[in-house]
C-alpha cells in the first residue's frame, strides 16, 4: 500500500488504482483487488453469488412495498423496519417450493400470520404505549377494516411520554401482493401492480389524558381501489398511537411514546 505525499490529493478509482482516505486520516493509493462484475456474472465459481443477488432483488421489492404502504405514517417507524421486515419475508422466501434457489419467491398470501403483532417501531412498541386488548375484523371483500375499542380507561391502559395532555390512535389498511419472479424478464415483480402497495388511514379525535371516564372508539378505514383483491392480495391492518400537548386550541405532537403494530392479516 503507498501513501500518497504529493499536496494533490485524489479519491476514487484510476488506472486500476483506487485512492482513499482512511481511518487514521491518511490518503493512501492500493491497486483495486477483487473478480470484475462481468467475472461474477458469468464464472460458474459465481453461481451462487448470483443466486444470491437475484433474491436480493425480489426481497428488496417486497419490502419496498411493505415501507410504502406506511409511508403517510412514516414518523411512527424506527430506522430498522426496512431490515427487520426484509428478515421476516427472507424467512419466506426460503421455504419456497416451487421454485430453485435464485427463483425463490414471497408467497405473502400464504403466510399472513408471520405479520401478525409486527411492531414498526420496536424502540417504542405500540403495546407499550396502549396496554389494552381490543378486537378487529374486516368486510367480505377485505377492503374495510376495523376496530373496535370499548370501555377503555386512559389512565389505566395509556402510558403517555412525558410532557403531554392527549393521546390519537390511527388506523392503517393497506394491500400488499405476492412478490413472483418472472422468466421473461428474469426480474422480481408484484403480482398485481394495480393493488400492490396502496393504503388509506383514519385517525380518531383527540383524547385528554386526565378524562376519568371510560370511552369507546371504533375506528374503521376504507381501501379506495376499483379492483377487486384477488387471493394473491394481502390485506395489512394496522393500529398506532400518537401524543400530543394541548395549547389553547393548537395540538402540538411530540416525538416520543408513538408506535404502530399490524393487528391483523387478512
Known amino acids: 500500500m503507498s501513501k500518497q505525499t504529493n499536496f494533490v490529493t485524489f479519491k476514487g478509482k484510476m488506472g486500476g488504482i483506487s485512492f482513499y482516505q482512511n481511518k487514521n486520516g491518511e490518503h493512501v493509493a492500493r491497486k483495486a483487488g477483487g473478480p470484475s462484475k462481468e467475472r ?104 374495510t377494516v376495523t376496530a373496535t375499542i370499548t370501555n377503555l380507561n386512559i389512565s389505566r391502559s395509556v ?18 401482493t405476492d412478490t413472483v419472479y418472472n422468466e421473461k424478464t428474469s426480474t422480481y415483480e408484484s403480482t398485481n401492480d394495480m393493488i400492490d402497495a396502496i393504503s388509506d388511514v383514519t385517525f380518531s379525535e383527540y383524547y385528554p389524558m386526565a378524562s376519568t371516564e371510560p370511552v369507546s372508539i371504533t375506528l374503521e378505514t376504507k381501501i379506495e381501489t376499483t379492483t377487486p383483491l384477488t387471493d394473491d392480495a394481502t390485506v395489512v391492518h394496522a393500529v398506532g398511537i400518537l401524543f400530543f400537548l394541548k395549547d389553547g386550541t393548537a395540538y402540538y405532537p411530540s416525538n416520543q411514546g408513538m408506535g404502530m403494530r399490524i393487528v391483523g392479516v387478512y
Open 40 to 143: 461474477i456474472m458469468t464464472d460458474p465459481k459465481f453461481e451462487r453469488v448470483r443466486e444470491n443477488l437475484s433474491e436480493f432483488s425480489g426481497l428488496a421489492k417486497a419490502t419496498s412495498s411493505f415501507t410504502q404502504i406506511f409511508a403517510p405514517v412514516k414518523n411512527l417507524k424506527d430506522g430498522r423496519v426496512r431490515g427487520r421486515i426484509s428478515k421476516v419475508y427472507r424467512d419466506m422466501m426460503k421455504v419456497d417450493e416451487t421454485a430453485f434457489r435464485g427463483k425463490r419467491q414471497i408467497f405473502l398470501s400464504q403466510h399472513k400470520k408471520d405479520l401478525i403483532k409486527f411492531e414498526l417501531n420496536a424502540i417504542s412498541p405500540f403495546r407499550s404505549s396502549f396496554t389494552k386488548r381490543f378486537p378487529t375484523s374486516h368486510s367480505t371483500d377485505r377492503t
Open 159 to 176: 402510558v403517555p411520554p412525558p410532557l403531554t395532555s392527549h393521546f390519537q390512535l390511527i388506523q392503517l389498511a393497506g394491500v400488499l
